[in-house]
């Protein structure tokens, strides 16, 4: 069964480090890419980044580009999202989710963590 | 960056209602368009994907068509566990959600 199994829900404050993590299980980590979603609360999804875990190529939107970084270890077939200062609005629910793709090479996110929430609060 | 609007931001339906929603790109993104249902607390579900094509056990009350700019997610007849935010998702260039689209009870 494939699994993707997020990291507990953080507490931190302003300017803290985190870093979150995504476990995959009952598939090949390496073939597929992990997207990493943000959900602030109350609106919808945003795409944040992606990251190819057989070479941890990357690739990010631009409105995250910077501000996070997305890594993996395909040894642990673990993906990661880090912040090195984290800010209030920084608040928010994530998800990461597997990618696969169609024939004609559509991606779609076929398998979802259960969400890990961060709250920054002083 | 190419820009999902989704309509409308929220509907009222019954059970049993035909429910149509619907997702406009900013450019063309050919048929790169998927659909998500969300319930509250928990993650997204893919529905659909490549515009039109069901995902591996999603009943097929749900449907998608379009392709270019346009796009409609239809659920045939809204059962109760239905009641939920439903959203569209790019991947022609990059990644970008649309807004969601609440459906409440009515």
């Known amino acids: 069964e494939v699994q993707l199994v997020q990291s507990g829900a953080e507490v931190k404050k302003p300017g803290e480090s985190l870093k979150i993590s995504c476990k995959g299980s009952?598939?090949?980590?390496?073939?597929?890419?992990i997207y990493w979603v943000r959900q602030l609360p109350g609106k919808g999804l945003e795409w944040m980044g992606r990251?190819?875990?057989?070479?941890?190529?990357?690739n990010y939107s631009p409105s995250f580009q910077g501000h996070v970084t997305i890594s993996a270890d395909k040894s642990l077939t673990t993906a990661y999202l880090q912040w090195r200062s984290l800010q209030a609005s920084d608040t928010a629910m994530y998800y990461c989710?597997?990618?696969?793709?169609?024939?004609?090479?559509?991606?779609?996110?076929?398998?979802w963590g259960q969400g890990t929430l961060v709250t920054v609060s002083s | 960056d190419i820009q999902m609007t989704q309509s409308p931001s929220s509907l009222s339906a019954s059970v049993g209602d035909r429910v149509t929603i619907t997702c406009r790109a900013s450019?063309?993104?050919?048929?790169?368009l998927n659909w998500y249902q969300q319930k509250p607390g928990k993650a997204p579900k893919l529905l659909i994907y490549?515009?039109?094509t069901l995902q591996s056990g999603v009943p097929s009350r749900f449907s998608g068509s379009g392709s270019g700019t346009d796009f409609t997610l239809t659920i045939s007849s809204l059962n109760p566990e239905d009641f939920a935010s439903y959203y569209c998702?790019?991947?022609?260039?990059?990644?970008?959600f649309g807004g969601g689209t609440k459906v409440a009870i009515k």
């Open positions: 490549g515009a039109s």
């Open positions: 989710a597997r990618r696969d793709y169609s024939a004609s090479r559509n991606d779609y996110n076929d398998y």
């Open positions: 998702q790019q991947s022609y260039s990059a990644v970008t």
């Open positions: 009952g598939y090949s980590f390496s073939t597929y890419w």
């Open positions: 450019q063309s993104i050919s048929s790169y």
């Open positions: 990251i190819d875990p057989s070479d941890s190529y990357t």
